[in-house]
């Protein structure tokens, strides 16, 4: 499984960006695809999650009501519509996927909210 994010950028605090993670290869295989979160010296925060099976979405307490994390399954992309961003949401944003026990990684994207 490839994975390659798209959408960051710079933006004002309250703006909107959306995100997207391509997946490519054995994409039948992933049960779940992620959306994490990483500020430099930080450990990488799981922040949203939609399942492959049941598109079931869970989110961390910091973006939810913010955050809406969406997949399309014909495209094989995975999105994270980010509305009222704050400066505290500045990071790198990774893209994950659970196959067959393995987890895989997309090479982040950076988004940067200014105050």
């Known amino acids: 499984v490839q994975l390659v994010e798209s959408g960051g950028g710079l933006v004002q605090a309250g703006g909107s960006l959306r995100l997207a993670c391509v997946a490519s290869?054995?994409?039948?295989?992933?049960?779940?695809m992620h959306w994490f979160r990483q500020v430099p010296g930080t450990e990488r925060e799981l922040i949203a999650r939609?399942?492959?099976?049941?598109?079931?979405?869970n989110y961390a307490d910091s973006v939810k009501g913010r955050f809406t994390v969406s997949r399309d399954d014909v495209k094989n992309t995975m999105y994270l519509q980010m509305n009222n961003l704050k400066f505290e949401d500045t990071g790198v944003y990774y893209c994950?996927?659970?196959?067959?026990?393995?987890?895989?990684w997309g090479q982040g994207t950076q988004v940067t909210v200014s105050s």
């Open positions: 290869g054995s994409t039948f295989t992933i049960r779940a």
């Open positions: 939609i399942s492959s099976l049941t598109g079931a979405t």
């Open positions: 994950n996927a659970e196959s067959r026990g393995f987890n895989y």
